[in-house]
């Protein structure tokens, strides 16, 4: 079984910096894996450990984007890909999603699964998964929680869903899109860390992918950000100080009554 | 201007029912519409037979001029190929200016496929909706983790978008509409059946639609310190025939399940009244709760930023003023 392992890396802090053409600006941020993609890592090392699975590490992004695909490869992935080009820059989730789908096509085209993590937390879009399944025309399976069996090709996974569990079965090939977990995942022990350190990343640019600078970054996407702001604050607060003397309980019960959602007699 | 609509997605869930998204969506297109020419509004419906007079009502008193009707027994669960070939092929025929799907489970599922097959634009989990002074659809959507809003637009058409709910309000007009309903044609090809589903477990789907309907929450933060907190919350929101809601932080620190997490990653609440106790009120939260009409906090820190979303607040110590309430109300 062959493996495609979508991560991203998104910037650590709350600063945010912008381009002008409203963009964010990578380059300089202190970066993190997505903690997403970390329980996609978990699902692929499952898939791994029941059905012997061979995990290649994809990502799009910045060259130090790679330092990321050693640290997938030091918890048990095998071969890391980083697929990087200036060109790629400004991608909405369209073109992000076109530029992943040429680069598995390209140096996975035999893949089983794809496994991504559900959403990013920078731009919680939900979206690039489900875009590479469309543009590679095969099955999606969103909010995975957990593998539950694995027979050959042929796997059970657990979905969290608004209203319930679903149980469902998938063949290959198919995408998988990942929930969080509650668990901590997997730590890299020394030896990952030392084959992850010896272990060659292979790096793909605009030319080595079935593509025009037209179908990428900036030019490739069909959304573009025409403002950005930080959200407004409402409300003028009626604020009273009851650290001492507290009456803030009858202050609350006389709110109450006057919302008119308690039934006075 | 070339005007052939706006397409919305009316979603029918496990129960039978249509999602309430919809007619929040066919309240807020039909004022879109207007800054269109008054484009026609039209929904995509998949429905297992019989079901169709049911759901009638619904659209003719939301608005909708047109909706188009996929009827077969095969639609009794969802199937994203399936459903998304049938609209793409829609959306070819039609050719509508703008499709709005509600960010739910299966919106958020749908829709991209969708877009990336036709080749046009997405924007995700939306929190508001314009048309811009050159017709073009204007979608607001928070990111990072609710920190900075985002206007976006679309250069090709459809212009998409899936809207969060509960952040527009379905119609209170009494609207008559001649709605015309479109059988499409189903080909037994249509139907791909690659994603089997073996068991459904119904959930957790109760309490959080405890949240979506009631008229009073009582939340609580980390300030809470234990799930005992939490109790003394639970009676509060009994007394007030309320429900209880939970900061993530609350969550993350075990004093409350995740499934009644309100905020950026958990629910997007409307009560007629929300208690907020010892939240803080990071962007994360209030985003959650700005749909209020009333917010009352209590915090002992003056400066927690809850205060700057709140109508009413009470700087002081949540283990006197709750108790207190409590023994007034149980008078």
């Known amino acids: 079984m062959k493996i495609a392992l979508c991560v991203k890396q998104v910037p650590d802090t709350s600063d945010i910096k912008w381009t002008e053409n409203n963009t964010m600006q990578r380059e300089g941020v202190e970066s993190i894996i997505n903690p997403y993609d970390l329980y996609a890592t978990e699902i692929a090392l499952q898939l791994k450990k029941l059905c012997n699975a061979e995990i290649t590490v994809f990502t799009m992004g910045p060259l130090q984007a790679s330092e990321m695909l050693k640290e997938v490869i030091a918890v048990g992935a095998d071969n890391g890909v980083l697929i990087s080009d200036r060109k790629f820059a400004g991608a909405d989730t369209f073109a992000t999603g076109k530029t992943l789908s040429a680069a598995i096509k390209k140096v996975l085209p035999d893949f089983d699964y794809i496994i991504c993590g559900q959403f990013a937390i920078d731009g919680d879009t939900a979206q690039t998964g489900p875009c590479i399944a469309g543009l590679l025309n095969i099955p999606q399976v969103t909010y995975v929680k957990e593998v539950v069996k694995c027979e050959g090709s042929e796997i059970t996974l657990s979905r969290i869903l608004e209203d319930g569990v679903e149980k469902v079965k998938v063949n290959s090939p198919a995408l998988l899109c990942v929930l969080k977990s509650e668990f901590e995942p997997t730590r890299a022990l020394i030896n990952g860390i030392i084959k992850a350190q010896d272990s060659n990343i292979k790096t793909l640019t605009l030319d080595d992918l079935d593509l025009s600078a037209e179908d990428v970054g900036i030019k490739g996407s069909p959304t573009y950000v025409s403002k950005a702001f930080r959200p407004e604050i409402k409300h003028n607060c009626e604020k009273h100080m009851c650290l001492e003397n507290c009456s803030g309980a009858e202050i609350i019960h006389s709110k109450i009554k006057e919302i008119g959602v308690l039934n006075d007699e | ?331």
């Open chain 2, 1 to 331: 201007m070339t005007n052939n609509g706006i397409l919305l997605y009316a979603e029918v869930n496990r129960q039978d029912y249509i999602h309430t998204v919809f007619f929040e969506l066919a309240n807020k297109a039909r004022e879109l519409s207007q800054k269109l020419e008054n484009a026609p509004v039209m929904a995509v419906l998949f429905t297992k037979p019989g079901m169709l007079d049911d759901y009638k009502e619904g659209f003719t008193y939301s608005g909708i001029d047109k909706v188009f009707v996929y009827e077969d027994e095969r639609f009794e669960k969802y199937s994203t190929e399936t459903y998304a070939n049938l609209i793409i092929n829609l959306i070819k025929e039609i050719q509508p200016e703008i499709f709005l799907i509600g960010a739910t489970n299966q919106g958020r599922d749908l829709a991209p496929r969708i877009s990336s097959a036709l080749e046009t634009g997405l924007t995700a989990d939306c929190i508001d909706l314009d048309i811009n002074e050159k017709g073009m659809l204007a979608a607001t959507r928070p990111t990072f983790g609710g920190q900075l809003m985002a206007t976006i637009l679309c250069k090709t058409k459809p212009q998409m978008a899936t809207i969060r709910p509960k952040v527009f309000k379905p119609t209170n007009e009494n609207i008559h509409t001649e709605t015309d309903f479109i059988y499409k044609p189903v080909k037994s090809e249509d139907f791909i059946d690659n994603v089997q589903l073996v068991e459904f477990i119904k959930g957790i789907e109760d309490v959080k639609n405890e949240l979506d309907s009631a008229e009073v929450i009582v939340a609580g933060g980390k300030g809470m310190k234990s799930e005992e907190g939490f109790e003394m919350l639970k009676e509060l929101a009994d007394l007030l025939g309320g429900t209880v809601g939970a900061s993530r932080g609350a969550v993350d620190l075990g004093y409350a399940p995740h499934t009644i997490q309100i905020g950026q990653t958990g629910k997007t609440v409307t009560p007629k009244l929300y208690i907020a106790c010892a939240i803080s009120g990071a962007i994360q939260h209030t985003v959650g709760i700005t749909g209020s009409d009333h917010i009352i906090s209590i915090n002992n820190d003056p400066n927690a930023p809850i205060f700057d979303v709140s109508d009413t607040g009470i700087v002081g110590d949540v283990f006197e003023v709750v108790p207190k309430l409590i023994e007034i109300l149980k008078k």
